[in-house]
């Protein structure tokens, strides 16, 4: 097991890269998951029980590499940031080997409390207690779960280690509500940002303001092309804003977030309004 020294792990090598985190890269790299998609471990060094966030995708090799990861210990609780395959592809399978305990966005928060303000308090493991935070944009059911006591925050694909998620198109005002909660979280304490894909971010409010600010230029660049009806098709505004993007998927996930940002501006909220929100 590596040393944490900043660097993204090799594929199957479990790196402890905290007291109470190790750190798996699942061999599944792309466009859409840089290196990898980022499982991983919590519990404290010589514990019984262990949790393990976003199993990842359904790959024998990297269900079979956090099988030994995990070792002796008892997985008590699986946790999924998001509905994506390759963050939660491998769940049945962990929950099979483990008779863990499952906790995804439909049982970890309250469905009827508004929008990005739902929470819950659980214990994961050895008495290491992680609060579950509702934070939509990337997907509806977009959680981050954060360790109060060890200042560390997971956070799927809301924060990657680099660059910005594809948005839904009906999630602009919720990402922006998302990333503002999260920047004021790390503004009172500061916390380190696990994120889904991509390498650690050393403090929360810095990496949430940074995409705070890129999202309201780009809403700010689409308000500018599109002023005075110009009549560029969502395809065209992509080569507009991203000229240098060429692969297929990557612009197909651009496009997303374009159309997004356009129906956040046809409901006639101020750009940023909802960062303030």
Same mark, same amino acid.
């Given at each position: 097991?590596?040393?944490?020294?900043?660097?993204?792990?090799?594929? *199957?090598?479990?790196? &402890?890269?905290?007291?109470?985190?190790?750190?798996?890269?699942?061999?599944?790299?792309?466009?859409?998951?840089?290196? *990898?998609?980022?499982?991983?471990?919590?519990?404290?060094?010589?514990?019984?029980?262990?949790?393990?966030?976003?199993?990842?995708?359904?790959?024998? &090799?990297?269900?079979?590499?956090?099988? &030994?990861?995990?070792?002796?210990?008892? +997985?008590?609780?699986?946790?999924?940031?998001?509905?994506? @395959?390759?963050?939660?592809?491998?769940?049945?399978?962990?929950?099979?080997?483990?008779?863990?305990?499952?906790?995804?966005?439909?049982?970890?928060?309250?469905?009827?409390? %508004?929008?990005?303000?739902?929470?819950?308090?659980?214990?994961?493991? @050895? *008495?290491?207690?992680?609060?579950?935070?509702?934070?939509?944009?990337?997907?509806?059911?977009?959680?981050?779960?954060?360790?109060?006591?060890?200042?560390?925050?997971?956070?799927?694909?809301?924060?990657?280690?680099?660059?910005?998620?594809?948005?839904? %198109?009906?999630?602009?005002?919720?990402? $922006?509500?998302?990333? /503002?909660?999260?920047? @004021?979280?790390?503004?009172?304490?500061?916390?380190?940002?696990?994120?889904?894909? *991509?390498?650690? $971010? @050393?403090?929360?409010?810095?990496?949430?303001?940074? /995409?705070?600010?890129?999202?309201?230029? &780009?809403?700010?660049?689409?308000?500018?092309?599109?002023?005075?009806?110009?009549?560029?098709?969502?395809?065209?505004? +992509?080569?507009?804003?991203?000229?240098?993007?060429?692969?297929?998927?990557?612009? /197909?996930?651009?496009?997303?977030?374009?159309?997004?940002?356009?129906?956040?501006?046809?409901?006639?909220?101020?750009?940023?309004?909802?960062?303030?929100?």
């Amino acid at each position: 097991m590596g040393t944490y020294l900043g660097e993204v792990p090799a594929a *199957g090598e479990p790196m &402890r890269v905290a007291s109470c985190v190790e750190w798996l890269l699942a061999p599944n790299p792309s466009a859409w998951t840089f290196e *990898g998609t980022n499982t991983w471990i919590v519990g404290v060094p010589g514990g019984s029980t262990c949790a393990v966030i976003d199993p990842g995708p359904d790959d024998a &090799r990297h269900v079979e590499a956090l099988r &030994r990861a995990v070792g002796r210990r008892s +997985v008590s609780t699986v946790l999924i940031t998001h509905d994506h @395959d390759d963050h939660h592809g491998a769940t049945d399978a962990v929950l099979r080997w483990s008779g863990a305990t499952l906790l995804d966005a439909t049982t970890a928060v309250s469905t009827t409390a %508004p929008r990005g303000s739902a929470q819950r308090s659980v214990t994961v493991a @050895d *008495g290491i207690d992680a609060t579950v935070l509702s934070t939509p944009g990337h997907t509806r059911d977009s959680v981050c779960i954060l360790l109060p006591a060890h200042r560390e925050i997971f956070t799927g694909d809301t924060i990657l280690g680099s660059g910005s998620p594809m948005v839904r %198109p009906s999630l602009m005002a919720d990402m $922006l509500r998302t990333l /503002r909660t999260l920047a @004021d979280l790390g503004a009172r304490s500061h916390v380190t940002v696990r994120p889904g894909h *991509g390498p650690v $971010l @050393d403090s929360l409010a810095d990496a949430a303001n940074r /995409r705070l600010a890129a999202r309201l230029r &780009r809403i700010a660049q689409v308000a500018a092309l599109t002023d005075e009806d110009s009549g560029l098709t969502v395809d065209e505004l +992509v080569t507009a804003m991203y000229p240098n993007l060429t692969d297929p998927d990557v612009r /197909r996930a651009a496009a997303s977030s374009v159309e997004a940002i356009q129906r956040y501006l046809a409901a006639s909220e101020p750009v940023g309004s909802e960062a303030r929100a």
